[in-house]
DNA sequence: ATTATAATGCGTATTTATTACACAATGCAA
DNA sequence: TTGCATTGTGTAATAAATACGCATTATAAT
């Protein structure tokens, strides 16, 4: 086993798609204690490590994500250092570390990446076990100061989806014009007319049409899309607009 | 003298605005040789240091920036933290280190922030030594993996003014309208039409027109003007529009 | 003084984007 | 075979962004 840093270490929110439904996987983490069988811990937890000794930051979240969902190449944006000097000193949080983890500093830097994933291409059950998926608007009790850093990534989450095409990375490689709309209804939490947000997308050049049709639950069969980032790498503006 | 965490240090770009041009505030970084004299090293450095035993990471921001500017409670944000392996290998970064800081850890991970400052409030000359303003499109050569952290910053500020009035912070507390205008064009590296501009911000409620008039080097004396962070925070809407 | 000039104050058309809503077609379920 | 939720494609009304016109002001140069 490789050296830890003890005092810094990654956390990774990995939010999916499904239901229509904005989700984040979490870890189970559970203490009993040694005599009685007692559950003394019993919540969850973002997928995170410490960074290892001659390792990137970058690279220990890939790390991260590989261990817990298989996944290489995912989508995946740094967004915050969190280093409040309390941020793990709840009884629950203090005394999991000196049971588990004795030896970890007591001030623990911890930089925050989230990801994005298309949820049918990980199987918790198969992954990392005590793995399993949650809306983000009915989260278990949470470890740490993990709580704060699932709304942070959503809040950073949303704000570059009002400036940048990062939805797709949620969906398969195919998908239907009211995945895509109800993708962006939960994740910028506003209601969009189905007749504009067509006209919106018919502008994309880098949403293209596809010949086939696809079922997604619906009575009637939809049109295909894909998403090219390509297309939208040569076609992005840099000239926006104030949005205030 | 506190001890430091040797691993985790804090560095701020830090943002003045001054002769229409967007300003970055460097610190000189001299090495001579003990015995020739020769000059090793003479580039510049951000404002940073480590952080010290018991010290959030946005207090050590804090109080680095009070330390280099003397200002308190001013607009600082974290952007990114740069943890790789070869931020700091670069032959004469490792000569500086080895020989001013040799206790100092061979992987530091360093959270960035930027600051917003008005830079009539700061002097130099009268702050930190060795301390000067350079424009963001005119820097000098620069230590370490400063060069990228200020690109970074200025990225990560022209994204926010897209979103949201923070360049106000730039500059003092009553401006006129051309002030605000050419530092629009500076971050966001744009050509206004002054007239437009005109219609766009006498429709932003948070920023309020005086009684009096100011002469901004120019001929005729302008109108100046006073923004509401209040009344900003107060009138913002959260429905945008996606830029793309 | 007078004049040229650069900056300011305040418009009006034109184009483009957003919003609100209409209606026919499809294909599964009852 | 019919009902109905979903999909495909509109059009009209409203709002916002863009391009540009022109008189006014105060200073610097003559």
């Known amino acids: 086993m490789e050296a830890i840093i003890s005092n810094i270490s990654v956390d990774c929110v990995i939010f999916g798609f499904d239901n ?3 989700q984040v996987l979490l870890t189970k983490r559970e ?8 559950l003394l811990i019993a919540d969850y937890t973002l997928q995170g490590h410490h960074i290892l000794v001659g390792e990137n930051i970058d690279d220990a979240a890939k790390r991260v994500l590989k261990d817990k969902t298989g996944l290489e190449n995912i989508y995946l944006e740094q967004f915050q250092t969190f280093g409040d000097i309390n941020r ?15 030896m970890v500093s007591d001030h623990v830097v911890s930089v925050c990446y989230y990801s ?16 399993s998926w949650f809306p983000v608007d ?22 570059k989806l009002w400036r940048e095409p990062v939805g ?21 939490n506003t209601e ?17 049409p596809l010949d086939e049709k696809h079922k997604a639950g619906s009575r009637k069969k939809a049109q ?16 926006l607009t104030l949005s205030y």
Chains 1, 2 share one sequence.
């Open 192 to 208: 969009i007319d189905r007749r504009n947000f067509w006209k919106k997308v018919s502008q994309m050049k880098f949403v293209i």
């Open 88 to 102: 793990l000193r709840r009884p629950k949080d203090q005394l999991w570390l000196k049971t588990m983890y004795p």
């Open 20 to 22: 229509n439904t904005l």
């Open 138 to 159: 009915q989260l278990p009790e949470l470890g740490f100061d993990h709580e704060e850093m699932i709304s942070m990534a959503l809040e950073y989450l949303r704000n």
């Open 224 to 239: 295909a899309f894909i998403f090219s980032k390509d297309v939208y790498e040569r076609t992005r503006k840099d000239k």
């Open 31 to 38: 203490l009993k204690d040694r005599e009685t069988g007692e």
């Open 116 to 131: 994005l994933v298309d949820s049918t291409k990980v199987n918790p059950d198969l992954q990392h076990p005590y793995s």
């Open 168 to 188: 797709f990375e949620l969906l398969p490689d195919k998908f239907t014009l009211s995945q895509l709309q109800s993708l962006y209804e939960a994740i910028l």
